[in-house]
């Protein structure tokens, strides 16, 4: 079986990767929350302006003005589009990371059952050693001397 010492060192590299894997997926969901946030900033700003020109052409405006708020909408779309992408490309990025993370955390618990393991094995086994001494004592006293020697 695997000695203590090396699963305790084990269980610590497990640990500092755990950890790592933990912040790693913490800082892809901040990444993911902030492209998000930016989403719904682009999409009200779109939705505003389009507001604004659909409120200006029911007063009159001139086509160049109109072929301008049309242009600037169309790059917002096209803004949006691009900020949804960056949204999926966050969301499988912090997917993976968690994946990452909770593979970590499974090696780690199955290193602490290995060291549970060992330990019980260890405690069983000096029990049982224990036991055969105080059998052979016992057995030193019951056929010879209170020292367990004949003369």
């Known amino acids: ?61 001139d086509g160049t003005l109109v072929g301008n708020y049309a242009r600037f909408i169309q790059q917002l779309t096209e803004a949006v589009d691009q900020q949804k992408r960056e949204v999926e490309r966050c969301a499988s990025h912090m997917n993976a990371t968690r994946a990452a993370f909770f593979n970590e955390e499974r090696k780690l618990k199955s290193l602490e059952i290995l060291a549970q393991r060992e330990a019980q094995r260890l405690e069983t086994s000096e029990a049982k050693r224990l036991q055969k001494q105080i059998d052979e004592f016992a057995n030193r006293r019951s056929f010879g001397t209170p020292t367990g020697y004949a003369l």
């Open 1 to 61: 079986m695997t000695s203590t010492s090396t699963l305790a060192t084990l269980i610590e590299l497990a640990e500092g990767r755990k950890n790592k894997a933990a912040q790693e997926f913490a800082q892809a969901a901040a990444a993911h929350s902030r492209a998000r946030e930016r989403l719904v900033l682009i999409e009200n700003y779109r939705s505003d302006y389009e507001t604004r020109m659909r409120n200006q052409t029911g007063i009159g405006m």
